[in-house]
């Protein structure tokens, strides 16, 4: 995150009107809600309240049609917050496009670019990385430290023993998204944020999108808007397009959405209720033949992001979690998606 796009964040809108930015409009702050849909975005709104939350959105869309955009308390979709582990998935999608132009590949061992890791660690592939799988161990003191680059804190990583063998576990965490980031810096030939803003930031027109410092947490500190995320989601839904120009290929898009967990036992996981994890993304239902048709990232934050493959729509929920014993966002989430699947199979959308 460059110099400008902190003063952006810092002197963000808290979101009272209408914007309509590049194309696409989508309301900041009130109601523009399907009539099937309005009563669950209000009662979660109320229940908000209930617990003394200052506000928060729900805002789901088909292609650039708005389908549902509520907005309560002090928040709006232009307002930027922290969106915790949704910023997997925009880090995901940052290395995928290397991916695309041959730069990385998702089964070369690590070592190949980065021979501070030996042995086993140095067998680690970008694809166990970016599906929790890589054995690295979840957390690190380097992680998001100001005083470190992204390079410094994969070198700390390298000196860790591995919890097991590679793609033996799953085990959900922060680390692993570290050294991806840190492939991709050397693949691309610049920092983390230049390359984020010359390859999803920049071409989506997403300016108060990405992260702070030279050693930005990649798995957990980034910093988004409902609006700008909402972009991300209509390009991933889009087939790798927004507004004509190809951000990911097809290939790409189909081995985020494929469970790249495989035989591994989960042993530290958040979403027992999923069937595996993507690259950057959770597989939240899948069809008869094993398909994802259903992917998202949600932030212990409180932020909420998902794409319905089947239906082609996507959404945000957002509400401010108060820890992380805090279930309402996630519970609330779940329960609009669910009435937003029910409208839209009734033909009420």
């Not at 693949?187 to 050693?215: D, Q």
């Not at 993507?278 to 949600?298: E, F, H």
């Amino acid at each position: 995150m460059n110099s400008t796009l902190v003063s952006l964040i810092g002197t963000a809108a808290l979101g009272i009107s209408a914007v309509a930015c590049g194309g696409d409009a989508v309301a900041t702050g009130g109601e523009d809600c399907a009539a099937a849909l309005a009563p669950t975005a209000r009662q979660v709104a109320t229940d908000a309240a209930a617990r003394g939350l200052p506000g928060g959105y729900v805002l789901v869309m088909k292609g650039d049609r708005v389908v549902c955009y509520h907005a309560f308390g002090s928040a709006g979709s232009d307002r930027s917050v922290p969106i915790a582990s949704a910023s997997k998935w925009l880090t995901a999608i940052a290395v995928l496009t290397l991916v695309d132009e041959g730069k990385l590949s998702l089964d070369e061992p690590i070592s190949a670019k980065l021979p501070e890791f030996h042995g086993a660690a140095g067998q680690v592939t970008l694809r166990q990385l970016l599906s929790h799988t890589s054995g690295i161990p979840s957390t690190q003191l380097c992680l998001g430290d100001p005083r470190n680059t992204l390079k410094e804190c994969t070198l700390d990583i390298s000196f860790s023993q591995l919890t097991n063998a590679p793609g033996e576990e799953f085990r959900y965490g922060s680390a692993s998204f570290q050294v991806a980031g840190r492939l991709a810096e050397i693949a691309a030939g610049e920092s983390w944020n230049e390359l984020f803003e010359h390859r999803v930031s920049r071409p989506l027109g997403i300016p108060y999108t990405g992260w702070f410092g030279s050693n930005p947490l990649l798995a957990a500190g980034g910093w988004s808007t409902g609006r700008e995320y909402a972009r991300v989601l209509q390009m991933l839904a889009g087939g790798g397009r927004w507004k004509g120009r190809r951000i990911l290929s097809d290939s790409a898009l189909a081995r985020m959405a494929h469970d790249n967990v495989g035989a591994a036992r989960l042993v530290l996981t958040p979403r027992a209720d999923a069937h595996g994890y993507g690259l950057g993304a959770w597989r939240d239902a899948v069809d008869a033949a094993g398909a994802a048709t259903q992917i998202s990232s949600p932030g212990a934050s409180g932020f909420y992001p998902w794409v319905d493959l089947k239906r082609n729509l996507v959404g945000i929920v957002w509400i401010p979690s108060r820890g992380p014993d805090d279930g309402f966002w996630f519970a609330a989430t779940q329960k609009v998606q669910a009435h937003v699947r029910q409208a839209y199979d009734a033909g009420q959308l």
